[in-house]
């Protein structure tokens, strides 16, 4: 360190003006090494905290869908499927995409072609199950276990709150697993529809009972749901 | 008649990129940036009746936002060992493959690591949020000058951490 590096620093940071004793001594061979040292410093800080380093913007695309259970929204960026959503308004759904995971949102059915395609053929009963990327960082590591234990039920079954709480090791979780399937970020996708209460009851959805007895529906196991 | 006052969710939703981006570089972590960055919103939506009209509500927001931060990286330090921080195996081609280049990142990274969480976050206000040191001095508390100290001196230290450079 030198008497010199309060003036070297505010005159890179463009805080002060050179002054003459210090045009001097950047002249002399510590100035020029200083100099130097200060400014790859900042090259070094800007490549690992400037917009390489820190939180690239990421982009989703979405693009909405008419469905039997009416219009269904989906958004996918680079990692993954990272949303699903029905009744909600194009402005809410793009507004929360925005406030939650920090990105920029664009309409895209040509970035979002294959879920689409396979959403369309679920509907029509021509599949059950889907082959999709999901990016579920979002989620915290409890509901991950939650949604990849219910991910895991085969359609046309049902399985009870309860039976996922034992599932994921946490058999007295089952209130903590409804919630966590009441926040599904891909639902349909990951089929929490198709977790029910005890005893046959058809419990709770995110996206109203109503829908969730057309998916059971159309799955053909809604007689098991009661 | 008076000008319609700017709601939170608006002033959230303007400044919520640079934000997370500050605390991402506060706290060297996207994830744990989220999720601070959700707690600030929560305690802005508690203060927001406080805040006056004439305010500068982005300081407002770095305010809460650097407090948010210094109470993540306190909570921190109390836990065991934990992720590196930025991944200079994962920086983009711009940051040179040279083995020297490398060594050098991740030096000067582990002495951003090393800084005491005040001095960081006066650096990253200065140099990546364009903030002034009176906006800074806002944000941390304290007066201007200890605000410009607190960026000098933390650069210092990653100076010296770097060692000799050929001029």
Same mark, same amino acid.
Request: glycine fraction near 10%.
């Given at each position: 360190?030198? &008497?010199? $590096?309060?003036?070297?620093?505010?005159?890179?940071?463009?805080?002060?003006?050179?002054?003459?004793?210090?045009?001097?001594?950047?002249?002399?061979?510590? *100035?020029?090494?200083?100099?130097?040292?200060?400014?790859?410093?900042?090259?070094?800080?800007?490549?690992?905290? *400037? $917009?390489? *380093?820190?939180?690239?913007? &990421?982009?989703?695309?979405?693009?909405? %869908?008419?469905?039997?259970?009416?219009?269904?929204?989906?958004?996918?960026?680079?990692?993954?499927?990272? &949303?699903?959503?029905? &009744?909600?308004?194009?402005?809410?759904?793009?507004?929360?995409?925005?406030?939650?995971?920090?990105? $920029?949102?664009?309409?895209?059915?040509?970035?979002?072609?294959?879920?689409?395609?396979?959403?369309?053929?679920?509907?029509?009963?021509?599949?059950?199950?889907?082959?999709?990327?999901?990016?579920?960082?979002?989620?915290?590591?409890?509901?991950?276990?939650?949604?990849?234990?219910?991910?895991?039920?085969? $359609?046309?079954?049902?399985?009870?709150? *309860?039976?996922?709480?034992?599932?994921?090791?946490?058999? /007295?979780?089952?209130?903590?697993?409804?919630?966590?399937?009441? /926040?599904?970020?891909?639902?349909?996708? #990951?089929?929490? /529809?198709?977790?029910?209460?005890?005893?046959?009851?058809?419990?709770?959805?995110?996206?109203? %009972?109503? #829908?969730?007895?057309? %998916?059971?529906?159309?799955?053909?196991? %809604?007689?098991?749901?009661? | 008649?008076?000008?319609?006052?700017?709601?939170?969710?608006?002033?959230?939703?303007?400044?919520?990129?640079?934000?997370?981006?500050?605390?991402?570089?506060?706290? !060297?972590?996207?994830?744990?940036?989220?999720? @601070?960055?959700?707690?600030?919103?929560?305690?802005?939506?508690?203060?927001?009746?406080?805040?006056?009209?004439?305010?500068?509500?982005?300081?407002?927001?770095?305010?809460?936002?650097?407090?948010?931060?210094?109470?993540?990286?306190?909570?921190?330090?109390?836990?065991? @060992?934990?992720?590196?921080?930025?991944?200079?195996?994962?920086?983009?081609?711009? +940051? !040179?493959?040279?083995?020297?280049?490398?060594?050098?990142?991740?030096?000067?990274?582990?002495?951003?690591? +090393?800084?005491?969480?005040?001095?960081? @976050?006066?650096?990253?206000?200065?140099?990546?949020?364009?903030?002034?040191?009176?906006?800074?001095? =806002? =944000?941390?508390?304290?007066?201007?000058?200890?605000?410009?100290?607190?960026?000098?001196?933390?650069?210092?230290?990653?100076? @010296?951490?770097? !060692?000799?450079?050929?001029?």
């Amino acid at each position: 360190m030198t &008497r010199h $590096d309060d003036e070297l620093i505010a005159l890179l940071l463009g805080d002060r003006r050179r002054s003459r004793a210090l045009g001097r001594w950047l002249g002399t061979l510590e *100035g020029r090494r200083e100099l130097a040292a200060y400014r790859r410093t900042l090259e070094v800080l800007e490549a690992l905290y *400037g $917009d390489a *380093g820190a939180a690239p913007r &990421r982009t989703i695309y979405y693009c909405p %869908l008419p469905t039997p259970i009416g219009r269904v929204f989906v958004a996918a960026g680079e990692a993954g499927l990272v &949303r699903l959503s029905f &009744r909600q308004s194009e402005a809410s759904f793009v507004a929360e995409l925005r406030r939650r995971l920090g990105a $920029d949102v664009v309409r895209s059915p040509a970035r979002t072609a294959d879920i689409v395609h396979q959403l369309r053929a679920y509907f029509a009963g021509e599949r059950r199950s889907f082959d999709v990327r999901l990016d579920l960082r979002h989620t915290t590591p409890f509901q991950r276990r939650v949604l990849l234990a219910a991910a895991r039920v085969p $359609d046309g079954q049902v399985v009870s709150y *309860g039976e996922i709480a034992r599932r994921i090791g946490q058999p /007295h979780g089952s209130r903590a697993v409804g919630q966590a399937l009441k /926040h599904n970020p891909v639902p349909i996708v #990951i089929p929490c /529809h198709r977790v029910i209460a005890a005893g046959g009851r058809i419990g709770g959805y995110g996206g109203g %009972l109503g #829908i969730k007895r057309k %998916l059971l529906r159309l799955e053909g196991a %809604l007689a098991a749901a009661g | 008649m008076s000008p319609r006052r700017v709601s939170l969710a608006e002033l959230t939703e303007r400044h919520r990129g640079e934000l997370v981006g500050y605390l991402a570089r506060m706290l !060297g972590d996207h994830q744990e940036a989220e999720d @601070a960055c959700q707690e600030a919103f929560v305690r802005a939506h508690r203060a927001f009746d406080r805040l006056g009209p004439d305010a500068n509500s982005r300081a407002w927001l770095y305010r809460i936002a650097t407090n948010t931060g210094l109470n993540a990286a306190r909570r921190r330090s109390h836990r065991a @060992a934990r992720a590196a921080d930025v991944d200079p195996d994962a920086l983009p081609a711009t +940051a !040179g493959p040279s083995l020297e280049r490398r060594e050098e990142l991740r030096t000067v990274r582990r002495a951003v690591e +090393a800084l005491p969480p005040r001095q960081r @976050a006066a650096l990253m206000l200065r140099q990546f949020q364009d903030l002034g040191y009176a906006e800074i001095a =806002a =944000a941390l508390g304290g007066n201007e000058d200890a605000a410009r100290a607190n960026v000098y001196q933390a650069l210092k230290k990653l100076r @010296a951490a770097l !060692g000799g450079v050929r001029p």
